[in-house]
């Protein structure tokens, strides 16, 4: 390296160098690190092979996992113009509008986001999504969007999976570029947790609607619209949709609770299309909405605004597609749904059958079944690969009506409760959970504020104490974080406000009580500053998407870099190599990049040295190759 610096500086170039030159030039002596990917790639396959993955859950295979067969479009295939190209080409506005007259149901995939958030935690990696792809875009142009990214993947994508959240969306904006690509969006909480400044979350939905964002369905954990505006202005700059949302909880057949009735539902909506909203979105995290309120709900709001409606809901009722297809019967535009061995229980409802049940009726959706059921294939060969974390309810349940927990959270609950050894003590813990929602006031549930009653109910249930009992309690009991912020107005305000007695109870004189929008609290963020630090931290120079990662979510992303230096892009793996390593013996093709491509076997891991350490050998592309892992066992 030392030489390729000489050889190449200018200075040497333009024969004007001397021997005195290498004590006067410094930099030839910053060496570039060795992009030896397959080194590292080979290291890391030696790791987990050796010490296991630690987000694997200690989880073993007993042989290599099936190889799914990948959907391909016949040959000659040309990719057609989707609705992307559509919006391109019309403009936001109009496009709306056209959703808004078209009289197919049209259809949003969500396989890509949400589906593998509630079925597996989120763990989907984008070596899956991309082998489906091409198939996707050359076969089922007629979707109107893909959900693919936002709401948990931004985290788990470098926390668990080690990939980069940007590249994710690049590479599938490659591979499909004419399906619009949806994400969610958290309002003022972005892809986190927290409330973040104002001009952290317009910046971040300009980044995303660059790298090829199309539609951002935007909402608040607790229906508070003020905490909507940055984000729903931000993406009047850009070419996408603003898709503004009323989070549905509750039950507007039941008079006795009134809270979250139609009218209330209909004047948000009122109120969203004033805020600037392209598109409306029903999102029934938790899928409460039953059939005979999506027909009220949408016909409502077909008649009192203007904007195309768009329906969210999950299926862990196991009768989600009954309202799905109500709310069709009475005109919403969009819906959306999984591929078929993608749905059911905490997912969506399944695409293919509501497909199949639309055929030859007024709102045919026109999609190819018979690619959608190629799709279900592959999704069912993939699935097994995530077996460790795929943990939800093989059935549907009429519990939710009492817990009204959101997909999403139900098998982390779940999973979290297993973890600290109260998994027999479920059916308390959901009961708990009503209860502390009863506490709070009735709230909204869904991230952050489900995370909140999450946190109170395990709380709670740890300690043995009863919801009713919490004024039992001494002010000064050490509460989760999560409830003191939000009882004093970290996330914003519910309807009607937090029960003012608990707030006192709680946040005694703590912590100052904030009834202002929390944006107005936090100050601007200087990008320059936030880059400079993270290029101290992470010693390279940073470009725009780790800036932004960073600002999400500093330490994991960090430690996500921190991974990436070390073991190169190890998205490129199968995801069976990822998180299991490679058994003695297996095979595995790596393409690190088109053209080249690594054919990798595990020939031999040797007994650890009095160091500790194992040689771990492979054949690479024909040649032995080996590394030294030191055996953390
Ligand atoms: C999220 O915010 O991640 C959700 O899926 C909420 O439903
Ligand atoms: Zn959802």
């Not at 948990?152 to 570029?177: G, H, K, S, V, Y």
């Not at 991230?447 to 039992?472: H, N």
């Amino acid at each position: 390296p030392f030489l390729e610096n000489v050889i190449n500086h200018p200075e040497f170039r333009a024969g004007n160098a001397t021997t005195r030159m290498i004590d006067t030039t410094p930099e030839l002596f910053h060496f570039k690190p060795r992009r030896d990917r397959a080194t590292k790639l080979l290291r890391y396959l030696g790791d987990v092979s050796v010490n296991e993955n630690p987000y694997a859950k200690g989880f073993k295979p007993s042989g290599p996992f099936p190889t799914p067969r990948v959907p391909k479009a016949p040959r000659g295939t040309e990719i057609q113009k989707g609705s992307r190209d559509l919006l391109l080409e019309l403009g936001a506005t109009k496009f709306s509008e056209w959703v808004r007259n078209e009289k197919r149901l049209l259809l949003t995939d969500t396989t890509f986001r949400d589906a593998h958030q509630s079925l597996f935690a989120t763990r989907m990696r984008t070596y899956d999504m991309l082998r489906v792809a091409p198939a996707v875009a050359a076969m089922t142009p007629n979707l109107f969007s893909m959900e693919m990214w936002g709401g948990a993947t931004f985290d788990t994508a470098m926390r668990f999976l080690r990939e980069d959240p940007w590249q994710r969306l690049t590479q599938l904006r490659e591979a499909i570029p004419n399906i619009c690509f949806q994400m969610l969006f958290r309002g003022s909480n972005a892809v986190g947790y927290t409330n973040y400044p104002d001009n952290v979350v317009a910046g971040f939905i300009k980044h995303a609607a660059t790298n090829g964002m199309d539609i951002f369905r935007i909402f608040d954990s607790l229906n508070y619209l003020p905490n909507l505006k940055a984000a729903m202005e931000a993406v009047q700059d850009t070419h996408a949709i603003c898709e503004g949302t009323i989070c549905y909880t509750g039950d507007i057949l039941d008079e006795k609770r009134d809270k979250y009735s139609l009218k209330y539902y209909v004047n948000l909506a009122k109120e969203l299309e004033q805020m600037g909203a392209h598109m409306l979105c029903i999102k029934d995290m938790a899928g409460l909405c039953r059939p005979a309120a999506a027909s009220k709900l949408v016909s409502a709001l077909r008649d009192e605004v203007g904007l195309p409606i768009h329906f969210h809901t999950h299926d862990t009722s196991g009768i989600s597609a009954a309202s799905v297809l109500n709310g069709a019967h009475a005109g919403v535009d969009i819906v959306d749904a999984a591929i078929a061995s993608m749905s059911g229980g905490t997912s969506q409802p399944n695409l293919n059958s509501i497909v199949a049940a639309l055929q030859h009726t007024e709102r045919d959706t026109e999609l190819d079944l018979d690619a959608l059921n190629r799709y279900s294939d592959y999704w069912e060969r993939v699935r097994p690969v995530y077996k460790p974390f795929d943990t939800a309810p093989p059935h549907g349940t009429a519990e939710v009506y009492l817990h009204e927990m959101p997909g999403g959270q139900f098998t982390n609950l779940k999973e979290q409760a297993e973890a600290m050894g109260l998994g027999r003590r479920w059916p308390e813990i959901a009961r708990t959970y009503a209860d502390v929602n009863d506490l709070f006031g009735d709230i909204v549930k869904v991230t952050p504020s489900s995370k909140v009653v999450g946190d109170m109910t395990m709380f709670l249930v740890t300690k043995g104490i009863k919801a009713s009992e919490v004024y039992d309690l001494p002010s000064n009991t050490p509460w989760p974080e999560s409830v003191i912020d939000m009882l004093s107005g970290g996330l914003g305000q519910p309807p009607g406000g937090f029960p003012q007695k608990l707030v006192e109870h709680i946040c005694g004189d703590r912590v100052e009580i904030r009834t202002k929008r929390p944006g107005e609290y936090a100050a601007a963020v200087d990008f320059e500053k936030s880059r400079k630090e993270l290029e101290k931290r992470i010693e390279r120079p940073a470009n725009d998407d780790d800036v932004w990662s960073y600002l999400m979510y500093p330490d994991v992303f960090v430690t996500f870099d921190q991974h990436r230096q070390k073991y190169s892009d190890v998205s490129v793996l199968p995801t069976s190599a990822y998180f299991y390593g490679l058994l003695p013996d297996e095979e595995v093709s790596i393409e690190i990049e088109q053209g080249k491509t690594l054919i990798t076997r595990l020939t031999h891991v040797r007994e650890p040295d009095e160091h500790g350490i194992r040689t771990v050998s492979f054949e690479l592309n024909g040649l032995e190759r080996s590394v030294e892992i030191a055996d953390k066992a």
